[in-house]
Structure formats: C-alpha cells, structure tokens
C-alpha cells in the first residue's frame, strides 16, 4: 500500500512540532473555535425560529435536542477518541498506520450509523417515551426526532471528517464549511418557518440539507488518490492491533458524552415538575451559556490535537507549553464572553422570549447562575485538552461523570426537596456544578501535569 505526504501537510507537522507553541495554537483552535461559536449561533436561531411556532414546540426542540446529543455521543466519540491515534501516528510519522487507521474509522463510522438508523428510525416514538419525554413533545416531535437521526447519521461522518483535517491543521477550511452550513441551515429555516409557516419538522428538514453539503465535500476529499488520509477500502483494517487502541480510547469518550447528556435529559425531566416552559428556559439559557463555552471547546479541541501530535513524537515539554497557551486562551474568552453577556442579558432574553415577561424573567434568572460558569469551565476545557491528547479518556469519562452525576444531580435532588426556589433551581444547579467541576479540574490537572512530568521525561 503505497501512501504519502502533501507538501502542505508536511509543512503543518513541522509548524506544530517545532513552531512558537502560542502561534500554533492561535492557528488551530482560532477557526475551530469560531467553527464552535457559529455552530452555537446555529443552535440560537434554531431556538429563536422554533419559539416563533410557540413556546411548547421550542421546548419540544430544546428536549429532544438533549437526547439528539446523547445519540450523537456514538459518532463524537469514535471521532474524538479515533482521531488522537491518528494524530499520534502522524506526529510519529508512521504515515501506513495513519492511512490504516483514517480508512478503518470510515468504516467503523459506517457500521455504526447503519445500526443506529435500523433500531431508532422505526421505534421513535417509543424511544422518546422510553426517555421520558412528556407526552405534548412526542406528539410535535417524534417526526421532528426521525428526521434529526438521519442527519445525525450524517453527522457521524462528517464529524470523521472534520477530525481528520483538524489533525491535518486545515482548521479554516472546517470554519469556511461550517459558515455554510449555518448560512444554508438558517435560510432554509427562515423560509420554512417565516415564509410558509411549516412547523418544527421543517427545521429538521432544513438540517438535514445543510449537513449533506459537508458530506459532499468530505466524499471528494476523502476519495482523492495517493493522498495519507484519503480512504481506501484497501487500507481498512479490522485487525486488533489497529482497532483496539482506537476502540479503548473511543469507548470510555463515547460513554462520557451518552452519558453527560443523558444527565442533561434527567436534569430536564426533573425541571418538568416546574412547567413545560422552565424546560425551555433552560435549554435557552444553555445556548446563551454556549457562546461562551464553546469557543473554549473549540481550543479544547485543536489543542488536543497538537497535544497529541508532539506527544506522538516524542516532544512532551511542547505538550505541557500548548496546555499552558490554551489555558491563558480560555480564561480570556470565559471573562470577555461572560462579561458581555451579563451586560447584555435583558437584550437577549427578550430577543427568545419575545412579548412573554414571565418567560423572560424565568430565562434571567436561570442565565444569571449559569454565566458564572464561563470561567470554571474554561479550566476544565483546558484540563481535559490534555487529557485526551495524552489518551486518559478514562479520566475524562470520570471528569464528566462528577459534573453531571456527582455536582448536578443530586444538588437538584435536594434543591427541590429543600428549598422552594422553584424555577430558579435550575440556574442555581447549573453555577454549582459548573464551578465545582472547574475545582475538580484544577485537582486532576495538577496530578496529570505532574505525572506527565516525571514519567514522560520531556526534553529540555
């Protein structure tokens, strides 16, 4: 099997094993982080559009969005946990395995997207009872739900995609696609729901599209010959030694991220004892609080990359300096996107809720324990950053499980038991796990850093 390496993707390893570690990381993790920040806009108007058909249908979207991210934990987790092998091969310069490894993900994801589409696509309805979704939401919702898994299924890959040219560093070319999809996403959106006035399948519908304009691209720049990371049928490998390290990181990534939002789903199950329209406060209040976290998500995940990259050969000094550079980076957002949040709250709780005081109230006062999560989490991005680039999945699965099952839980367990806060509690649950997931962060940080530093052996 003959494979080789661009001249472009020969000059990027070089930048990341070599380059000034600051320049490197503003590199990488800038597109990817307003790729984050335009794919939360996204998820904004889609919110904005559906509260436009009426306050139960976006409620309707803000739960079964939960549950839409728990599924799609099955594909972001193969790619996250897949790609650091791939990175790790690349940074190594074993360009065979790199090619083995990019095909054999391909058609993992294949596998994996085919039984999924065969179990839920039949059995919706029953599956979002299973969840329990309250019963209004299934009756809007459940064709909404069929259609949102096909384009998940679809996300799948392209998400396989979108790690493989992150670990090339193409990181604009992610945002340029991204700003396609948002642009085709919302004006489809905008046409359904203003123009002919369609109701919440048509936002499915309008994801569906623009998600198929990625998998086009990815299957033209996936099928280019003679290129490492293009897939061949021929470079597909099932054996152990090429998919049980991918496998080992994968599964406990995937099992994190089923796992984080089926907490989400509890969470919003419980809410409902407070009324449909808390559910939908707070899933706006989440999306008001992802544009700030998400851009710190997007340097998570091109530090990882770099991380993984130097790791892989041999430069283990450079992957303490990228976590340092990352860290300083999502501290900044956390306070500047915080702060203008905070200033801009009354202007963007009306823009959701629209003429309905009380639902913008309920909005404030959730966001306004929530904001104060910006800068805990900015740390526990950072911290879980190198995690992954080092391959301590496990870590992050028990990182993730703390903040959901540990931090949020239970503390809304005895909130509502307790204390008569009432709709309040589900911005007070979200400030306490946020900023004590950022502590437990600081505490497996400092143990992963030392660790680091004593049996990797950096060089000086």
């Known amino acids: 099997m003959s494979v080789q390496l661009s001249k472009k993707d020969e000059k990027f390893r070089d930048f990341s094993l070599n380059g000034n570690m600051f320049h490197v990381i503003l590199y990488v993790c800038i597109p990817l982080a307003l790729y984050q920040s335009l794919t939360q806009i996204f ?110 299924v679809i996300t799948f890959f392209n998400n396989i995609y979108i790690s493989i040219e992150r670990a090339r560093g193409n990181s604009k070319r992610i945002l340029y696609m991204n700003m396609g999809i948002v642009a085709s996403k919302l004006a489809l959106t905008a046409i359904f729901v203003y123009i002919f006035h369609l109701g919440i399948t048509a936002i499915a519908v309008a994801t569906l599209i623009s998600q198929l304009t990625v998998l086009f691209t990815a299957i033209v720049v996936m099928t280019k010959k003679d290129n490492l990371f293009s897939f061949s049928s021929k470079a597909v490998s099932f054996k152990s030694e090429i998919v049980n390290p991918m496998l080992k990181l994968s599964i406990p990534v995937i099992i994190e991220k089923a796992a984080f939002a089926m907490g989400k789903v509890i969470v919003n199950s419980m809410c409902t004892v407070y009324g449909p329209q808390t559910v939908g406060a707070l899933g706006i209040s989440n999306n008001i609080g992802g544009i700030t976290t998400m851009p710190q998500n997007g340097f998570q995940e091109g530090g990882s990359a770099v991380i993984s990259q130097n ?150």
């Open 43 to 152: 998820k904004v108007f889609d919110t904005m559009m559906a509260a436009h058909i009426s306050a139960t249908a976006v409620s309707s979207v803000a739960y079964i969005g939960q549950i839409q991210i728990m599924l799609s934990a099955l594909g972001s987790g193969l790619a996250v946990g897949a790609s650091i092998k791939v990175s790790e091969a690349y940074g190594a310069g074993d360009w065979e395995l790199v090619s083995k490894r990019v095909s054999t993900m391909v058609a993992m994801c294949a596998i994996l997207g085919s039984a999924l589409l065969l179990f839920l696509l039949p059995t919706a309805s029953a599956f979002l009872r299973f969840m329990k979704t309250p019963e209004e939401f299934i009756s809007i919702g459940s064709t909404y739900f069929r259609i949102e898994i096909l384009a998940l």
């Open 311 to 460: 790791r892989g050969a041999k430069k283990f000094s450079r992957t303490l300096k990228a976590f340092w550079c990352e860290l300083i980076c999502n501290l900044i957002i956390g306070v500047v996107l915080m702060s203008i949040s905070l200033l801009c709250l009354e202007q963007i709780s009306k823009f959701f809720a629209g003429d309905n005081p009380e639902f913008q109230e309920m909005i404030k006062g959730i966001y306004s324990w929530e904001a104060w999560g910006a800068i805990p989490l900015g740390i526990n991005a950072s911290v879980l950053s190198l995690m992954y680039g080092f391959g301590k999945t496990k870590i992050t699965l028990f990182m993730n499980f703390c903040r959901i099952f540990v931090f949020r839980v239970p503390v809304l367990i005895a909130l509502q038991k307790f204390t008569n806060y009432g709709s309040e509690s589900a911005g007070i649950v979200m400030g306490i796990s946020n900023f004590l997931s950022g502590m437990l962060a600081v505490i497996l940080g400092v143990w992963i850093f030392i660790k680091i530093k004593k049996t990797e052996k950096p060089e000086i």
